[in-house]
């Protein structure tokens, strides 16, 4: 049996985000629809896969996993110092 080791994400705690989407132009529009960044988690960059959409001043991600496509967590991603942040949302 193969197991999916997942790198432990803390809610509400800012991520850098290293590497935003290739491609486009370096705005918050960099993010949004279907696109992929990575963060600086603490080790080695972790890639964030999905889609996102404008939510007032922030963009607000689905994290989707790259089997199936179903939903791994939600981000909000905000410009911060002239970088990007991304925090994952608790959802209850």
Known sequence: MTTQHR???ASGKPYLVVAPAAGVDSS???????AEFSIDSGGEPLVIRGHGITH???VRFHEKDSVGGKDVRVWHITERSGGYVAESQAAF
Do not use: R
């Not at 918050?28 to 279907?34: I, K, P, S, T, V």
């Open 7 to 9: 790198q432990s994400i």
């Open 56 to 58: 007032g001043e922030l």
């Open 28 to 34: 918050l529009d960099a993010f949004l629809g279907d």
